[in-house]
């Protein structure tokens, strides 16, 4: 798939052109597929709205259930009295908080014991987060600058948290080091053995032995 693409440094050379029409296009994808904030308002107002929707007796964790499926209509006419249009504005309107409730639940990071466990004292998760009240790239590192407005919690694709109804991290990878320190994580999970069981049980037997 990467045959033809663009180098991360062509890419970087080209988004410093303030008057070219790919810094404009890239920074519209970007937005697009991914976000570190709410859908519906501030971590606080999200908050209070799920607190609130818990109080109802018809209120489901979206944990714990499957994603609702659009309606199944293409119909953009967009009147106030369309039928149709009135579904499909009140799916985006369910997404959006499905979305949010499930944001709020698993990409808000919690400071845990493991977290600080380290000369530096510093989160290991690398929290709180650098917010940035509008998109724009920092000449000084040239580097894109994503519209980030929450400190605690980590960027993620809406379709994506919305079908997997967990945790996940999306972000862009503009640079050989990321790229290179993405795939190491990664590959260092491929040749971890898995645990014997006569290992599980010793560990057990162990335990109850003292």
Same mark, same amino acid.
């Given at each position: 798939w990467i045959t033809g693409s663009m180098s991360p440094q062509k890419i970087r050379d080209a988004?410093?052109?303030?008057?070219?029409?790919?810094?404009h296009q890239i920074?519209?994808?970007?937005?697009?597929?991914?976000?570190?904030?709410f859908a519906t308002g501030s971590k606080t107002q999200v908050q209070e709205m799920m607190?609130?929707?818990?109080?109802?007796?018809?209120?489901?964790?979206?944990?714990?259930?499957l994603p609702k499926a659009p309606p199944k209509n293409n119909c953009s006419c967009n009147p106030s009295n369309c039928e149709q249009c009135g579904e499909l504005h009140e799916w985006k309107q369910y997404f959006a908080e499905q979305v949010d409730d499930i944001v709020l639940r698993t990409h808000v990071h +919690?400071?845990? &014991? *493991?977290?600080?466990?380290?000369?530096?004292?510093?989160?290991k998760a690398r929290f709180p987060r650098e917010v940035f009240a509008t998109t724009h790239v920092d000449i000084d590192t040239r580097a894109l600058r994503?519209? +980030?407005?929450? &400190? *605690?919690?980590?960027?993620?694709?809406p379709v994506m948290t919305y079908l997997l109804r967990c945790n996940s991290d999306v972000t862009s990878l503009l640079s050989g080091t990321a790229i290179k320190a993405v795939v190491a994580y990664v590959t260092n999970y491929i040749p971890k053995l898995s645990l014997n069981t006569y290992v599980i049980f010793d560990v057990i037997r162990t335990i109850f032995a003292r």
């Open positions: 988004i410093l052109n303030p008057n070219g029409e790919f810094q920074v519209e994808y970007l937005e697009s597929v991914h976000t570190g904030d607190e609130e929707q818990e109080m109802s007796e018809s209120y489901m964790n979206p944990l714990h259930t +919690k400071y845990y &014991l *493991w977290c600080l466990d380290n000369k530096w004292g510093t989160c994503l519209k +980030k407005l929450e &400190l *605690w919690e980590n960027t993620y694709n």
